[in-house]
T-cell receptor
Framework: AQSVTQLDSHVSVSEGTPVLLRCNYS??????LFWYVQHPNKGLQLLLK??????LVKGINGFEAEFKKSETSFHLTKPSAHMSDAAEYFC????????????FGRGTSLIVHP | DAEITQSPRHKITETGRQVTLACHQT?????MFWYRQDLGHGLRLIHY???????NKGEVSDGYSVSRSNTEDLPLTLESAASSQTSVYFC???????????FGQGTRLTVV
């Protein structure tokens, strides 16, 4: 079975400073990994995905993530936070050879201060 | 453009009533999923389907059922609504394992 752990329930940054949202996964098979963003009272939007190609993945709005198999991690970063980045972020895993079910972490709330 | 839609967007119902939430996708995806979102829990899987006539229980399936009579629709039924089922419900669909899931806009259900 696969699982995802988002290491921080809340992350607080100042506008213009770097963002780091941490995600570790557990999987018996080769994973596909995704980051989604959810703004207040909205649906889920895909930020980026890793599917066994390049380990450094670039997404929308300046976000990127690096797949590190040795550390079973898929951390999300952004060089400079913007007020509009304030939202809930979810790390999601699906596994090849597994059940195909997208399994969610509990989410990280990103707070951006002016 | 292909899309996935949920209806209604908001619903208030009384304890004990049967409620059905609709989910319709035009992606022609075989895989469809229902999740509920509660504070502190992220999204938890209720039921899922890999194709027509296929349905499976997720981790929080008690009190819920689904049916899959065609590719496009996976309605979620609460047999007898309980206050513990007050939540935001999301439907999703996807293609193969290396593809992302697409989500509906959610249904906010309140059971009073």
């Amino acid at each position: 079975a696969q699982s995802v752990t988002q290491l921080d329930s809340h992350v607080s940054v100042s506008e213009g400073t770097p963002v780091l949202l941490r995600c570790n996964y557990s999987s018996s098979y080769s994973p596909s990994l995704f980051w989604y963003v959810q703004h207040p009272n909205k649906g889920l939007q895909l930020l980026l995905k890793y599917t066994s190609a390049a380990t450094l993945v670039k997404g929308i709005n300046g976000f990127e993530a690096e797949f590190k198999k040795s550390e079973t991690s898929f951390h999300l970063t952004k060089p400079s936070a913007h007020m509009s980045d304030a939202a809930e972020y979810f790390c999601v895993v699906r596994v090849t050879g597994g059940s195909y079910i997208p399994t969610f972490g509990r989410g990280t709330s990103l707070i951006v201060h002016p | 453009d292909a899309e996935i839609t949920q209806s209604p967007r908001h619903k208030i119902t009384e304890t004990g009533r049967q409620v059905t939430l609709a989910c319709h996708q035009t992606w022609n995806h075989n895989n469809m999923f229902w999740y509920r979102q509660d504070l502190g829990h992220g999204l938890r899987l209720i039921h899922y389907s890999y194709g027509v006539q296929d349905t499976n229980k997720g981790e929080v399936s008690d009190g819920y059922s689904v049916s899959r009579s065609n590719t496009e629709d996976l309605p979620l039924t609460l047999e007898s609504a309980a206050s513990s089922q007050t939540s935001v419900y999301f439907c999703a669909s996807s293609g193969g394992v290396n593809t992302e899931a697409f989500f509906g806009q959610g249904t906010r259900l309140t059971v009073v």
